[in-house]
T-cell receptor
Framework: DVKVTQSSRYLVKRTGEKVFLECVQD?????MFWYRQDPGLGLRLIYF???????EKGDIPEGYSVSREKKERFSLILESASTNQTSMYLC?????????????FGSGTRLTVV | QKEVEQDPGPLSVPEGAIVSLNCTYS??????FMWYRQYSRKGPELLMY????GNKEDGRFTAQVDKSSKYISLFIRDSQPSDSATYLC???????????FGQGTTLQVKP
């Protein structure tokens, strides 16, 4: 089974800090995604990547950036954390380029910005 | 209007009940349909996947797709307390390949 590991389960950061969320997969999946999940809003796509050094904006990219230097690692960066970025962040991977292959999710990082 | 609508619940049922979870969608471009289960403080996991209209069964779970009505359902027979989780429907737009999620329905099965 594919394993998707998110480096932190819980994180507390101060407003204005630069925050790095790391995601590592142990299979050779091309596609990787970052979502945030909020009550009443569901899952919202922040950024995704189809290959190393490639990235595309999702539905809510403002305030975020990403980095994919190696195929197995996809990092989400909050340039200057704000309280409205308090959320559950989920990383997902997908084999191939056809979305009918389902996503495999990590366990999530619950970020609190104070 | 959201592309995928799902009643967030919460839904509370006694153990052994049949549970029906539903999603509607507005765009005919959706072609592949999935159900994810998410336990508290965990990431979603793929539960079932269907393509065509009709039913697909896997143990106590049945996924149903009605493309003419733009309606999908997940039925859970003989529900167990271990089924308590949030269930998210998801569907793929054939023209973009992107996966669109419903809001999720929180289910509690009481012993």
């Amino acid at each position: 089974d594919v394993k998707v590991t998110q480096s932190s389960r819980y994180l507390v950061k101060r407003t204005g800090e630069k925050v790095f969320l790391e995601c590592v997969q142990d299979m050779d999946h091309e596609n990787m995604f970052w979502y945030r999940q909020d009550p009443g809003l569901g899952l919202r796509l922040i950024y995704f990547s189809y290959d190393v050094k490639m990235k595309e904006k999702g539905d809510i990219p403002e305030g975020y950036s990403v980095s994919r230097e190696k195929k197995e690692r996809f990092s989400l960066i909050l340039e200057s954390a704000s309280t409205n970025q308090t959320s559950m962040y989920l990383c997902a991977t997908q084999i191939g380029t056809r979305a009918n292959y389902g996503y495999t999710f990590g366990s999530g990082t619950r970020l609190t910005v104070v | 209007q959201k592309e995928v609508e799902q009643d967030p619940g919460p839904l509370s049922v006694p153990e052994g009940a049949i549970v029906s979870l539903n999603c509607t969608y507005s765009n005919s471009a959706f072609q592949y349909f999935m159900w994810y289960r998410q336990y508290s403080r965990k990431g979603p996991e793929l539960l079932m996947y269907t393509y065509s209209s009709g039913n697909k069964e896997d143990g106590r779970f049945t996924a149903q797709v009605d493309k003419s009505s733009k309606y999908i359902s997940l039925f859970i027979r003989d529900s167990q307390p271990s089924d308590s989780a949030t269930y998210l429907c998801a569907m793929v737009k054939s023209n973009t390949g992107k996966l669109i999620f419903g809001q999720g329905t929180t289910l509690q099965v009481k012993p």
